[in-house]
Antibody, heavy 118, light 113 residues
Framework: QVQLQESGPGLVKPSETLSLTCTVS????????WSWIRQPPGKGLEWIGY???????NYNPSLTSRVTISVDTSKNQFSLKLTSVTAADTAMYYC????????????WGQGTLVTVSS | DIVMTQSPDSLAVSLGERATINCKSS????????????LAWYQQKPGQPPKVLIY???IRESGVPDRFSGSGSGTDFTLTISSLQAEDVALYYC?????????FGQGTKVEIK
């Protein structure tokens, strides 16, 4: 299984853009499906979306107008951008991998907490 | 969206006793062409990411103790811990991967009685 590590700012101001990166090791980003999942403090899990190495994306309709997921094969990373954030976007953000489209999440990063506050 | 509803929200079980968690999906996650249920179970311990325990509703992930088992089909699923150990205290989530958006149950907290 691959290892995943999230990175990015832990504090974002309201109305600004949240940007996170997930670095993949032990495997190539040029395979598999790569997802972002978030978990507000004390709450459940919400799938944000995924990207397939070919560039195809699939986003949660609840967030699609604000989300972009991209992949950088040269750095073996994939990224999340979430625009116009509010306090409701405060959460632990996880990156995760799936071996196929109709597949469970078989590897997860440790997560990074992002707080939206002025 | 497929809504996943778990019950109970929490349960307390004595060490060595059985713990049962239910998960109901708002529509079937059984694909008739391959007779597979697109349902996974995860365990999340405090401060850790979720870890897959079960996929295809009943297949145990490599390394997962055999006291964990999954059953069910269609819309109704169960995760059973046959003999609860102290290290099993955690949150447990079901998740469907039949359709996007991928959706999770709200979680069930398992504690020691």
């Amino acid at each position: 299984q691959v290892q995943l590590q999230e990175s990015g700012p832990g504090l974002v101001k309201p109305s600004e853009t949240l940007s996170l990166t997930c670095t993949v090791s032990g495997g190539s980003v040029s395979s598999y499906y790569w997802s972002w999942i978030r978990q507000p403090p004390g709450k459940g899990l919400e799938w944000i979306g995924y990207i397939y190495y070919g560039g195809s994306t699939n986003y949660n309709p609840s967030l699609t107008s604000r989300v972009t997921i991209s992949v950088d094969t040269s750095k073996n990373q994939f990224s999340l951008k979430l625009t116009s954030v509010t306090a409701a976007d405060t959460a632990m953000y996880y990156c995760a991998s799936s071996a196929g489209d109709y597949h469970w999440f078989d590897s997860w990063g440790q997560g990074t907490l992002v707080t939206v506050s002025s | 969206d497929i809504v996943m509803t778990q019950s109970p929200d929490s349960l307390a079980v004595s060490l060595g006793e059985r713990a049962t968690i239910n998960c109901k999906s708002s529509q079937s996650v059984l694909y008739s062409s391959n007779n597979k249920n697109y349902l996974a179970w995860y365990q999340q311990k405090p401060g850790q990411p979720p870890k897959v325990l079960i996929y295809w509703a009943s297949i145990r992930e490599s390394g997962v103790p055999d006291r964990f088992s999954g059953s069910g089909s269609g819309t109704d699923f169960t995760l059973t811990i046959s003999s609860l150990q102290a290290e099993d205290v955690a949150l447990y989530y079901c998740q469907q991967y039949y359709r996007t958006p991928r959706t999770f149950g709200q979680g069930t907290k398992v504690e020691i009685k």
